[in-house]
């Protein structure tokens, strides 16, 4: 019966193994690519574009059939990537964005695509143009304001980061965490550049004084948005709490709200020069993964026009088609205005700083 | 010699399946933050949360640990002292809630607590903090007072039952000629006296080890806390959200920190109540002799008015918040009025899915796969466990059966997502490959479940009479035939109270299955419900699916426990 026991538990426990191929060096890392068995396994966060009809296309026309490993946001995605260098289970990474793509890239995560690409817009490959990641959507981060709580609580329109330490705006500002956001991490980049260009204030310093203002720091942008921010559709929504009359998200995301409201928002994008950030989210093939045709496939499935032309509603963010914007539909285009003068923080920058911003914006919130 | 092996193999692979990954997650996390665990318990301060995470942790579990013997001591006294009619339905109805599963619990009483909902609409608005509770929070001063209290109000609700399950046996099986004979003393004709010097010492184990585990519970608590309490950590929340950092050389290393140092502080606070409480038990095992319960309700007679409305209305209490979750999955609210309508089209999302997100039968299909085998390997683990812990015993040798009993328990000194940090980077150590293994999230499940099985068993185990072992070797059985045809037998009730309760288990499993599903690709039911709610609610259906999803979890939980119910209360059973 032991015996029983035993070779029951060595069934069990006996996984599957893949076998590593095609070892290739670029720019000093070991490229390798794993045995080709016809699943494209994606790990990726909530992307809502890839719906099942979408995904379902795709296996219909290229054969391969999909498997998604989920993380909460993009730095999941990194932290799984990195967690699992030595055995990677994706072929795929899906959302990796600007500000966290140059560490993959040094820690030799990616690897390089072969697909073919159409026009993209010359914005879009600003942050990076080389063959390890190919960008798939865009938008622009920044504050939105509640306008219709402004004007009743007769606070005017901020027009600088330095007002929103005055009292008016005392526990009524919620920023995503940039540690563990997206969205957090871009504005909280854009910080940086803003105080080094527009003012003698150190953006530490002003995220202390935010803290002493009891702005609400919470760990997503999901929170932020939908929890604390008054002038978002969270107020529809269950366990809202409305506390903040300003928050980070993109700037189109007035838009959206207009487009699923029947062209009616109360919310407003804030353009403040350098105090918004251009996010680029990117597809990119993982060292170590599946099949490169696999990968190049998706690539090529994404970019296309059918699919791409329709971020805007499908996924609520921005083409990357040369040529495309926002529709006008509902005043989604209306509500969406393109920052004159964002932040100009380079990704390499981004990479050699982070970790010290990050522990530095730490120390100055007390935030998670 | 070869009986010896036989009994060695199982404890062995049982200690190197739980010891291992744990040894490995700590080797790597000591090799990343270059200190060793105490060390990094006193680091904890480098993290901006390490320190308030700590504090916030002990206070609201012994907040919750008060709160829920206040609820819970008149509850057990009412019902230990009168006789109920269906008192069997009475005590399931408050069990309930301690065999939820912590996300349906947490979904049950987002339901309750949301804007709209039963306390906003009597003027107790817990979420946004105004009116009645805004005035309170100001007055104490506590931010977010609000989500506190809704948080020591799950925890309360969640663990009555404990409180209920430890005190009213003892007060229902209590002779009632002892209190009669206090009462004679002239110091036993004051109620007070009779509480303070009577009842006290009396319920005092019981009362103390209620209060123990509830605080261990509340202690390790990470559903409650991340969905009613969503600015405030605990140890435990705090670990398994930025522990998917963790164990990364060069990579945000003070996380690492964390997790070392919050692991280690936690298992060393759990460590000391069990100890603590198992001390508590012996000593009361040992106190005094018993009768029958229904000898000792009869001569109390029936319940009075006050505790016919106060066990109404814990019953109530206790039904209340998943009766709301049910409705939440109908009851829709429209995205841009303060209207809701009914409808089924949660339930229609939830049941056809999308690929982003499993749908209900793919999740509940993991869950039943992962829960057959959790099932699978703790029973027989467990049983091969309790099998050479009772050998040992049978054996002369005590006290290396008390030893290898101690190391099996070891896990229940181990939250859910400290096991499921433990196995993500031990497994990294071992064998990476593993992370693509889609049986993988079924070790933490069974390191978990397998203490309470050799719990289960091998009480069981010590009251079979040797004499049919004697008379199957007179028939000349083999080992195996007295096993399978005199042992097993004997056992069986036990055998599926165990397997019922370790599918329960895993089925309701958040904290561990939450860390490793981050890695993996497999959705279970609780993960479902994490992620549904996690999910910008563009859409009004996207909260009403994550209901329909936890409705369904809470329907196939309640089902495992029914089975174990009756067969351990028709046939008895060690736990």
């Avoid at chain 1, 009809?53 to 219909?60: H, R, W």
């Avoid at chain 2, 409808?343 to 869950?367: C, H, K, M, Q, V």
Wanted: charged residues 15%; aromatic residues 10%.
């Amino acid at each position: 019966m032991i015996r029983v026991g035993f070779i029951l538990l060595v069934l069990l426990f006996a996984p599957l193994s893949g076998c590593l191929s095609t070892d290739s060096i670029t720019d000093e890392c070991v490229i390798t690519t794993s045995a080709d068995d016809k699943t494209l396994t994606i790990v990726t966060y909530d992307i809502i574009a890839l719906s099942d009809e979408v995904l379902q296309e795709f296996t219909n026309q290229t054969g391969y059939s999909i498997e998604m490993i989920r993380t909460d946001d993009a730095g999941g995605i990194l932290e799984q990537l990195l967690l699992t260098k030595e055995a990677p289970q994706a072929d795929l990474a899906l959302g990796l964005d600007n500000t966290y793509l140059q560490t993959a890239l040094d820690n030799c995560l990616l690897a390089p695509h072969s697909a073919t690409l159409p026009d993209l817009d010359p914005q879009a490959l600003v942050p990076y143009a080389g063959n390890m990641a190919v960008p798939f959507d865009q938008g622009y981060v920044c504050l939105n304001v509640d306008t219709q709580a402004l004007e009743q609580n007769n606070v005017s329109y901020p027009t600088t980061l330095e007002e929103l330490v005055n009292e008016d705006w005392r526990g009524r500002t919620a920023f995503p965490s940039p540690t563990t956001s997206s969205p957090g991490r871009a504005f909280m980049t854009a910080t940086i550049d803003y105080f080094e260009q527009q003012s003698n204030m150190d953006a530490m310093e002003w995220w202390e004084a935010m803290s002493d203002n009891d702005a609400i720091f919470t760990s997503g942008w999901t929170e932020a948005y939908e929890t604390h921010y008054s002038g978002g559709y969270g107020v529809w929504g269950e366990g809202h709490i409305g506390d903040a009359w300003l928050t980070v998200s993109y700037c189109h995301s007035p838009g959206v709200e207009a487009y699923y409201g029947g062209n009616y928002t109360i919310s407003s994008a804030l353009d403040i020069d350098y105090a918004s950030f251009h996010q680029v989210e990117y597809a990119a093939k993982v060292n170590g993964g599946g099949s490169q045709s696999a990968v190049d496939a998706f690539i090529e499935f994404l970019l296309s026009e059918e699919i791409n032309i329709n971020m805007p509603e499908n996924n609520l963010m921005y083409s990357v088609l040369d040529g495309q914007d926002l529709p006008e539909t509902d005043g989604y285009r209306h509500h969406s205005p393109v920052p004159t003068q964002p932040s100009e923080i380079t990704t390499e920058r981004i990479d050699d700083e982070m970790e010290s911003w990050l522990m530095d914006w730490r120390k100055a919130t007390k935030a998670l | 010699m070869k009986a010896a092996v036989g009994r060695g193999v199982p404890v062995a692979l049982y200690l190197v399946l739980i010891l291992v990954p744990l040894i490995l997650a700590l080797e790597r996390l000591m090799f990343v933050t270059g200190v060793n665990p105490i060390q990094a318990i006193l680091h904890l301060d480098e993290h901006p949360f390490g320190v308030d995470a700590v504090v916030f942790t002990f206070v609201q579990a012994i907040l919750s640990a008060t709160l829920t013997l206040m609820l819970g001591l008149p509850i057990a006294w009412w019902l230990g002292r009168y006789e109920w009619k269906r008192i069997g339905i009475i005590r399931a109805a408050l069990t309930l809630p301690f065999v939820t599963p912590t996300v349906v619990a947490a979904m049950g009483f987002l339901a309750m607590i949301k804007q709209g909902g039963l306390l906003d609409s009597i003027g107790i608005d817990l979420r946004n903090e105004t009116g009645v509770v805004g005035s309170f929070s100001s007055m104490i001063g506590v931010e977010h007072s609000g989500h506190i209290i809704a948080l020591l109000l799950a925890h309360a609700w969640f663990n009555l039952a404990l409180v209920i399950r430890f005190v009213e046996p003892k007060i229902s099986t209590l002779p009632p000629r002892y209190e009669n004979a206090f009462r004679m003393l002239p110091i036993g004709h004051s109620r007070l006296n009779r509480l303070t010097q009577f009842w006290w010492p009396m319920l005092r184990t019981s009362i103390l080890s209620a209060f123990v585990f509830t605080f261990i519970f509340s202690f390790t608590s990470f559903a409650l806390v991340r969905w009613l309490a969503p600015n405030m950590w605990t140890l435990e929340a705090l670990m398994a959200v930025e522990g998917g950092a963790a164990g990364i050389p060069g990579y945000r290393v003070d996380v690492s920190v964390l997790v070392l140092g919050g692991a280690t502080l936690q298992g060393l606070v759990l460590l000391s109540a069990l100890a603590f409480a198992g001390r508590w038990q012996q000593k009361q095992s040992n106190e005094i002799e018993l009768v029958s319960e229904n000898f000792s309700r009869k001569y109390i007679g029936k319940p009075t008015t006050v505790p016919r409305i106060g066990v109404v209305v814990a019953t109530v209490y206790a039904l209340t918040p998943l009766f709301l979750m049910v409705l939440s999955s109908v009851r829709i609210r429209n995205r841009t009025s303060e209207s809701y309508r009914w409808s089924l089209d949660a339930w229609d999302y939830a049941f056809r899915g999308d690929l982003t997100y499993a749908s209900i039968p793919e999740a509940l299909t993991n869950s039943l796969v992962y829960a057959g085998g959790c099932l699978v390997v703790s029973c027989i683990l467990g049983f091969f466990v309790a099998q050479s812990i009772h050998n040992l015993e049978q054996n002369g040798q005590a006290r290396f059966a008390q030893l290898v009993d101690l190391l099996s328990m070891l896990p229940l000194a181990l939250s859910g997502v400290m096991v499921g940090l433990g196995v993500l980077l031990g497994i990294l150590k071992i064998w990476p490959v593993l992370f693509s293994w889609y049986a993988l999230p079924i070790l933490p499940h069974a390191m978990l479940t397998t203490p309470f099985v050799v719990r289960i068993l091998l009480p069981a185990m010590r009251e079979i009479d040797s004499s049919y072992d004697d008379a199957g070797k007179v028939l000349g059985y083999t080992t195996m035939q007295r096993f399978v045809r005199i042992k097993l037998p004997l056992l069986k009730p036990q055998i599926v109270v165990a397997a019922a309760l370790s599918m329960a288990f895993s089925l309701g499993e958040f904290g561990a299955s939450w860390i490793l599903m981050r890695s993996g690709a497999w959705d279970t039911l609780p993960v479902l419900v994490d992620q549904l709610m996690s999910r910008p609610k563009y859409f009004d259906l996207v909260e009403p699916i994550a209901m329909a999803t936890a409705t369904i979890l809470m329907c196939m939980t309640f089902l495992l426990f029914v089975i174990a119910e009756r067969f351990r209360s028709h046939q008895g059973g060690g736990f």
